[in-house]
């Protein structure tokens, strides 16, 4: 790689993460499918400058991470609003920007949400591994080395391109509110009727908090309890989004790096659409659970897809 065509690290912060669209077709082999926990985020990111749905972007979670441009590129960031700044300069979230040699792209504290995705145009060149490039450390599988998060010193290779000066911006009407009350519409699964009916109405109606407790592969809940069955489970497949309840009661919703299959009991899943927003959950925040409507949230996920073309 001609090092002249990259961007360098030079503080990767407190968890940077090569990402593309993640791997999928290989949870039988025990293989997580990585990718962004707010594939929406990402999905912006790449789309505002043209790319595929599976250009390979950076994950940066709590921010505190700095680059340096080393050849002239289109970039773009969506997600939290990570205090993002070209040569000190404040950039503006949600858009794309132009970067040129020698300059510095820092991102600062979470001033809302925890994770902001940084892309270029026609994506970061990564070689992939069973068909993707996403970073799962646990597998050590992706990035630029097993699964592991970028260090001081890594340098991503560029493709380069022509680089237009006028940036592209998303739309207000689109742009999610990280600090409201988290409202996560759940699918209730077959094994809700393991649980009595008092639990499962108590499940809806309390008022959890985001714990201390989550990384990319749960969400641990807490402030809230419901009282599993008292009886053991053979370990199954876990989907996307599953919200395990555990013996002390406090729910796990389990994400893009969960373990391939569990025996805790389920109550349901989070609805596909509605995991991005908690992704960009911290701790202390409030969550809500209310039922969700199948068939209309297929439709609306696959409204989604089509726009982006997944």
Not at 83 to 102: C, E, H, M, R, Y
Not at 120 to 136: E, H, I, R, Y
Not at 257 to 280: E, F, N, S, W
Request: hydrophobic residues 40%; charged residues 20%; contains cysteine.
């Amino acid at each position: 790689m001609n090092v002249q065509e990259s961007i360098t690290v030079i503080k990767p912060g407190q968890q940077t993460l090569i990402q593309d669209f993640g791997r999928f077709g290989l949870a039988h082999f025990g293989i997580a499918q990585g990718g962004p926990l707010d594939d929406y985020a990402y999905s912006w990111a790449n789309h505002l400058l043209g790319n595929t749905v599976n250009a390979a972007t950076l994950e940066i979670t709590l921010g505190q991470a700095e680059f340096e441009i080393n050849h002239r590129c289109e970039m773009a960031i969506a997600g939290g609003d990570l205090n993002a700044q070209l040569d000190g300069i404040p950039l503006t979230n949600w858009s794309t920007f132009d970067a040129k040699p020698g300059q510095r792209l820092t991102f600062g504290l979470p001033k809302n949400g925890l994770r902001s995705y940084l892309a270029v145009k026609n994506g970061f060149v990564v070689d992939t591994q069973l068909g993707s490039c996403a970073s799962v450390h646990r597998d050590k599988l992706g990035g630029l080395m097993n699964g592991a998060p970028l260090k001081a010193g890594d340098v991503l290779g560029i493709v380069p391109h022509l680089v237009s000066t006028k940036p592209i911006q998303m739309t207000f009407r689109y742009k999610p509110d990280y600090d409201r009350t988290l409202e996560l519409r759940v699918i209730e699964g077959y094994q809700v009727n393991e649980f009595s009916s008092e639990q499962v109405e108590l499940f809806f109606q309390q008022e959890f908090e985001v714990s201390q407790l989550i990384d990319r592969m749960g969400y641990r809940l807490t402030s809230g309890r419901i009282q599993p069955p008292n009886k053991e489970y053979l370990s199954e497949g876990i989907a996307l989004g599953a919200i395990q309840v555990p013996p002390n009661g406090e729910p796990i919703i389990l994400m893009n790096d969960r373990q391939t299959i569990g025996g805790y009991p389920k109550i349901g899943c989070v609805a596909r659409i509605d995991l991005p927003r908690l992704a960009q959950a911290k701790p202390g925040q409030k969550v809500r659970f209310v039922r969700g409507d199948l068939l209309g949230l297929q439709d609306v996920w696959s409204q989604w897809a089509r726009y982006f073309g997944y």
